[in-house]
């Protein structure tokens, strides 16, 4: 069964940095989308970044210029690195991942696969 699975979560001060990775366990094959969501509490699960076969990427607006998710790391493994990191940022982080597509949307809907999620906590 395709699981992504999330690590890197956890506390740090505003204006900090984090890294969160995710990887496939259950598959070897290529995905055509993977991505990277967030919720907040009592807010809808938020798109931020995803990332199609071949390297087309794709960052919400809403943290463009703060986060960049990575390009040329092994297919099926997908890196999402935080910068300059905000209290607005605080949420559960969430690793997606579709089997076969021709976009990869930054909305959850369309993505099968979902791994469990890990915790970012800014503090001011």
């Known amino acids: 069964q395709i699981r992504p699975v999330e690590s890197g979560g956890g506390s740090v001060q505003a204006g900090g940095s984090l890294k969160l990775s995710c990887t496939i366990a259950?598959?070897?094959?290529?995905?055509?989308?993977m991505a990277w969501f967030r919720q907040a509490p009592g807010k809808p699960r938020e798109g931020i970044a995803s990332?199609?076969?071949?390297?087309?990427?794709t960052v919400s607006d809403s943290v463009k210029g703060r986060f960049t998710i990575s390009k040329d790391t092994a297919w099926n493994t997908l890196d999402l690195q935080m910068n300059s990191l905000e209290p607005a940022d605080n949420a559960i982080y969430y690793c997606?991942?579709?089997?076969?597509?021709?976009?990869?949307?930054?909305?959850?809907?369309?993505?099968?696969?979902w791994g469990q999620g890990t915790q970012v906590a800014v503090s001011s």
């Open positions: 259950g598959y070897s094959g290529n995905l055509a989308c």
């Open positions: 990332r199609k076969l071949r390297g087309i990427t």
């Open positions: 997606a991942a579709r089997g076969s597509a021709i976009t990869c949307p930054l909305e959850s809907g369309p993505y099968e696969y």
